[in-house]
T-cell receptor, first 113, second 116 residues
Framework: DQQVKQNSPSLSVQEGRISILNCDYTNSMFDYFLWYKKYPAEGPTFLISISSIKDKNEDGRFTVFLNKSAKHLSLHIVPSQPGDSAVYFCAASSIQGAQKLVFGQGTRLTINP | GAGVSQSPSNKVTEKGKDVELRCDPISGHTALYWYRQSLGQGLEFLIYFQGNSAPDKSGLPSDRFSAERTGGSVSTLTIQRTQQEDSAVYLC??????????????FGQGTRLTVV
């Protein structure tokens, strides 16, 4: 039972354009969401997060949008840069299981020069 | 080093053998997590340690899996009688506080386990 889903295994975007990565969840108890970025042979690194009391959080080129009614969040990267090429994981947690993160399968983003 | 360190980086073992995976968390971090990533899957929570509290073992897939954390620092994940479905990348993470929402969790580079 996949509680967090990233339905696009891969995404290719031209440098300078906007990258949009999507994530859907099923558990209505999730109230905190995070995005991690992973380069090959490295561990995931935290990118940006959002609490369910917000619908948007912005950090530089990265913006996360949360649509609670649709149980959907997205990560926007603009403008996209070659160094953004990586696997992006969406993760969620709930108050009850606050120490656990439930991850999606990941989306491989490739930025083409 | 300043980051989370895991060893070995790669491990190939025969089916039925036991393996031990090691994690050195960032000094001073009280919380330590183990996750695994099977091929094509997301990271799957295995176990969580917080200070001297009893660990949350709810994610361990079977009784062949166990983990300990000695002295509140180094952790070892042990898999007994390995099976092919245990093949995955095992990731360790640590954080200063116990909830990922309150503090950033830093991941190690992982141990790639292959059971043949």
């Amino acid at each position: 039972d996949q509680q967090v889903k990233q339905n696009s295994p891969s995404l290719s975007v031209q440098e300078g354009r906007i990258s949009i990565l999507n994530c859907d969840y099923t558990n209505s108890m999730f109230d905190y969401f995070l995005w991690y970025k992973k380069y090959p042979a490295e561990g995931p690194t935290f990118l940006i997060s959002i609490s369910s009391i917000k619908d948007k959080n912005e950090d530089g080129r990265f913006t996360v949008f949360l649509n609670k009614s649709a149980k959907h969040l997205s990560l926007h990267i603009v403008p996209s840069q070659p160094g953004d090429s990586a696997v992006y994981f969406c993760a969620a947690s709930s108050i009850q299981g606050a120490q656990k993160l439930v991850f999606g399968q990941g989306t491989r983003l490739t930025i083409n020069p | 080093g300043a980051g989370v360190s895991q060893s070995p980086s790669n491990k190939v073992t025969e089916k039925g053998k036991d393996v031990e995976l090691r994690c050195d968390p960032i000094s001073g971090h009280t919380a330590l997590y183990w996750y695994r990533q099977s091929l094509g899957q997301g990271l799957e929570f295995l176990i969580y340690f917080q200070g001297n509290s009893a660990p949350d073992k709810s994610g361990l897939p079977s009784d062949r899996f166990s983990a300990e954390r000695t002295g509140g620092s180094v952790s070892t994940l042990t898999i007994q009688r390995t099976q092919q479905e245990d093949s995955a990348v095992y990731l360790c993470a640590s954080s200063l506080l116990f909830r990922p929402r309150d503090t950033e969790a830093f991941f190690g580079q992982g141990t790639r386990l292959t059971v043949v």
